[in-house]
């Protein structure tokens, strides 16, 4: 049995709720380890059997995620991270965090993904590491640069915060060993644990690198604290953990992962064909083979009065995102990505939540036809 939230058209996002999370959480409550617990491991097991990977880190969220990946990577304050400047504000803070500095470049307007060209333009000495953003859920393709980036030492970590059960070429994210894949399972994502993050680490070395910058510095594991009187704490580290009551939630959406990607891909597929044919309204194509959408994307003209209409008509629109490079926490780093900045004026997200029926999905719909003509 899926739970129904409320919201209908009037909500941009939203988790599906298949219901079993409830008692989970409470068995988890009664079982009286709310920290990283038993559940938590279990949870990356879990996870990892999933991709069919050697092992996977759980962290708080996606930004930590990122954040520890790069320390993990070895970026630090002499170092540059070329991200897109079209994604969310978390990114920029995870490499600001680092002490390194962000080195935005554009993306592609058809996909709001970086391109492999434009990466290695970009790339100085200084550079550590680059960070692609897996646009509502597409693939980012590296391969073709991989070793070229390997020659000049810089690490991919990937953003997958949106896309977690994607692939490319049939190749689940996260699987690829020569990169790190960074997956958020927060609450709207396509896997939640209300609140959650993941890495998929490229060696055992890495793992338990991670490990110990998740737990505070910490050496051991949570078996090996349990026999010994003493600990090591081997190096810097943050409280960055996965709780039990968020591994709780992630182990009953992982086993239900199937009809989750079946009702995100059918949702993103009804809103392209009832789309289909409107003038100035261009879909991001997010290669739904092989993605499992995490949202909903389009670009039209005059968009500031059209996300008020339809705010004004009860409908949930978003934008995401305004770009980074003219934020004014990221002002010292901005540089002239005209795209982006096209693209910054005319992106809107259309509501895309399990619990939108077919009547929502054409009220949105017509509600965005009305605004751009009216
Ligand atoms: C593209 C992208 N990157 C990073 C994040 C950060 O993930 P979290 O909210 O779990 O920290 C999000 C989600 O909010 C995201 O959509």
Known sequence: MTLTLTGGAGRNAGPILH?????????????GHYGHGPLTEHFEHALAAFLGVADVVT??????????????????PKHEVIVPSMTFCACVQAI??????????EVDPATLCVRADDVLAAATPATAAVLPVLFSGRAVDLTGIQ????????TIVEDAAQAFGSDLAGRLIGTNPKLMTCFSFGPTKNLTCGEGGAIVPRTAEEADLLRRLRTVGIAQSLAQRAEATSYEVAGFGLRAHLSSL????????????DDARTRRRQLWAAYAAALAGTPD????DVDIAHTVPFNLVVQVPNRDRVFHR???????VGVHYPPNHLQPAFARWSTSLPATEQIGRQVISLPFHPSLNSGNLQQVVTALRDALTA
């Open 310 to 316: 339809m705010r004004q008509a009860g409908i949930g």
């Open 96 to 105: 600001v965090a680092t002490g390194a500095r962000p080195r935005f470049v």
């Open 19 to 31: 219901g079993p999370e409830i008692d989970a959480v409470a068995d988890a409550l009664r079982a």
């Open 281 to 284: 309204v261009q879909l991001t």
């Open 59 to 76: 962290v708080a969220s996606g930004t930590t995620a990122m954040h520890l990946a790069l320390l993990a990577a070895g970026v630090g």
């Open 246 to 257: 968020s591994a709780a939630i992630g182990l009953v959406q992982l086993a239900r992962f």
């Open 147 to 154: 070793q070229q980036l390997d020659e000049r030492g810089i």
